[in-house]
Nanobody, 128 residues
Framework: QVHLAESGGGLVQPGGSLRLSCAAS???????IGWFRQAPGKEREGLSS????????FYKDSVKGRFTISRDNAKNTVFLQMNNLKPEDTAMYYC??????????????????????WGQGTQVTVSS
């Protein structure tokens, strides 16, 4: 069992930045960690993911150039730097982990069913 804990959410004005953190209890059996979000009334969507071993990164088209995922393997932590935030970025943000048995294709697609462990989420609100 892997436990994930997100932090770093909050209220930010449009155009502002936030850095989310996802601390994992262990990454030894993980293939990747990804970031997802869910706005009220909408489906959960994948934003970005990073492989644990070699740091390959994947992004949803709508966040490319604004969001950057990174990892600190020594601290079992993955970050999501979010810049130029917009009101439509308002959502609950979750990190999730896929095991090392998950094919890279599924990790890249960031389908929720491909990720086995989920954090509790951190709220991001973009508003003036």
């Amino acid at each position: 069992q892997v436990h994930l804990a997100e932090s770093g959410g909050g209220l930010v004005q449009p155009g502002g930045s936030l850095r989310l953190s996802c601390a994992a209890s262990s990454t030894s059996a993980l293939g990747a960690i990804g970031w997802f979000r869910q706005a009220p009334g909408k489906e959960r969507e994948g934003l970005s993911s990073i492989t644990v071993r070699d740091g390959k990164t994947f992004y949803k088209d709508s966040v490319k150039g604004r969001f950057t995922i990174s990892r600190d393997n020594a601290k079992n932590t993955v970050f999501l730097q979010m810049n130029n935030l917009k009101p439509e970025d308002t959502a609950m943000y979750y990190c999730a982990a896929a095991t090392d048995a998950t094919p890279l294709f599924h990790i890249a697609k960031m389908r929720t069913r491909s990720y086995d462990y989920w954090g509790q989420g951190t709220q991001v609100t973009v508003s003036s």
